[in-house]
């Protein structure tokens, strides 16, 4: 099993691997996605041959089973997939989890989320991306979420970042005004602007001080065995 992501060194990543090594289910390779927080798949649309050459190279690595961390990589490599003879089968990282559920329920800290309600917001290309793992991940987790989910744009920070700042920030206070105890991202460029953007989002809406804690979904695992996560910029103390 392989642990596919474009950015090896980031916080997200870390924390999978502490997750899976929690679980015992740690992966035997980690690969570089070629793509990027930009032009995952912009990429795929601009210049499909590169792309799909580039992903070919990727899953050979991976082998038989890929498992993705970043929603953008996942959905860019379900776009390749489809043009590739390619017998490696990719996984987003909830439905991994879901297939282990009797080792993730026997570490499971019980109630740890009791009280707490979040919200979830997927990318813009969330419609390729299957969030009903995602869904029932947090529910095995005990994490209560809000019916509807929200929508970032990051993606297109890079041609167009005022659009991307001003709909971020209104997506980011509309969750905090749901009620919601913490925002749950599934993609890595959401979960990135949140954090890194923080201030000018701030500064874009005319509101307070950004205080909805946003969480990858590997942490959120991670908080439902009992584990420490990294501190993040958007404070996470009230976990």
Not at 95 to 115: C, I, N, P, T
Request: charged share 15%.
């Amino acid at each position: 099993m392989t642990l596919i992501t474009h950015n090896p060194e980031s916080l997200i990543t870390k924390s999978t691997q502490k997750l899976l090594q929690t679980l015992e289910l740690e992966p035997t390779n980690l690969v570089r996605a070629p793509d990027n927080l930009h032009n995952g798949l912009l990429m795929m649309l601009c210049n499909e041959e590169a792309s799909l050459k580039a992903w070919k190279d990727c899953l050979n690595q991976a082998g038989d089973i890929a498992i993705f961390i970043d929603e953008e990589s996942f959905v860019a490599a379900q776009m390749a997939l489809q043009k590739l003879d390619c017998k490696c089968q990719l996984l987003c990282l909830a439905a991994y989890l879901l297939q282990h559920q009797a080792a993730l329920e026997s570490k499971l800290v019980a109630k740890r989320f009791d009280g707490f309600c979040a919200s979830y917001c997927s990318s813009a290309f969330g419609a390729f991306y299957p969030k009903n793992h995602d869904f029932a991940l947090l529910q095995l987790l005990g994490l209560e979420t809000q019916p509807n989910h929200y929508e970032s744009v990051a993606h297109i920070s890079a041609f167009n970042p005022q659009a991307a700042l001003a709909e971020n920030a209104r997506v980011y206070y509309a969750m905090a005004d749901s009620g919601a105890d913490m925002a749950v991202c599934s993609a890595w460029s959401s979960f990135s602007f949140f954090e890194q953007q923080a201030k000018k989002m701030q500064a874009s809406m005319n509101r307070g001080t950004l205080e909805l804690p946003i969480l990858h979904i590997s942490e959120v695992a991670l908080i439902a065995l009992g584990q420490s996560i990294a501190a993040h910029k958007i404070p996470v103390g009230m976990l």
